[in-house]
């Protein structure tokens, strides 16, 4: 797993093999970070992230490596977790908080805001079409703030009031709500 941008830009972390997560493609990240910056968000200082089942932290290590000040990692494989545990230790980034938990309990309990919610769940997730409700009827994506889903083609969000746009790469597809 490579950071594709920032200050942490070319660090690699060997991801064990027997991980169940999928990586977001180096071209699908590039390809996302390049539309938030140049649509949606201003990254730095004072940039608040929240990963939702965040697997390797490909996600997370991008917003840190652009300047978000806090990102919060939220996973439940506890393997995953101890392996996010000792990229942060390894990093010793402060900004970074990775959470052993359940993505659906730590939600319904959060009562912060963040400027960029991502969630990458499993394509298999039963509930995955709930997501965007699930997250967005919460109140903790802040006003001007972006929500993005991951997900399988399978997938039409359109309908949506809060949808703004799909994007496509391949076998990933990212869909961005407000």
């Known amino acids: 797993m490579r950071i594709v941008s920032g200050k942490y830009k070319g660090k690699r972390f060997d991801v064990p093999r027997s991980f169940k997560a999928r990586p977001t493609t180096d ?16 990254f730095g200082e004072g940039l608040r992230a929240l990963d939702l089942f965040s697997g390797t932290g490909s996600i997370s290590l991008e917003f840190l490596s652009r300047g ?3 990102v919060i990692s939220i996973e439940k494989d506890f393997n995953h977790w101890q392996f996010l545990k000792r990229i942060q230790h ?9 959470v052993h938990a359940d993505v659906f309990k730590f939600v319904e309990r959060l009562k912060d805001k963040f400027d960029i919610i991502f969630a990458d769940p499993p394509y298999a997730l039963k509930n995955l079409g709930d997501l965007p409700e699930i ?4 109140d903790i994506l802040s006003p001007d703030g972006v929500f993005i889903l991951e997900h399988g083609k399978d997938y039409d969000f359109s309908s949506n009031t809060r949808f703004i746009e799909h994007r496509s790469y391949g076998s990933v597809n990212f869909s961005f709500f407000r």
């Open 27 to 42: 071209f699908a990240k590039e390809s996302l970070f390049n539309i938030l910056m140049n649509n949606y968000v201003d």
């Open 68 to 70: 978000c000040s806090e």
């Open 90 to 98: 390894d990093l010793g980034d402060q900004g970074w908080r990775p």
């Open 135 to 138: 997250i967005l009827s919460k």
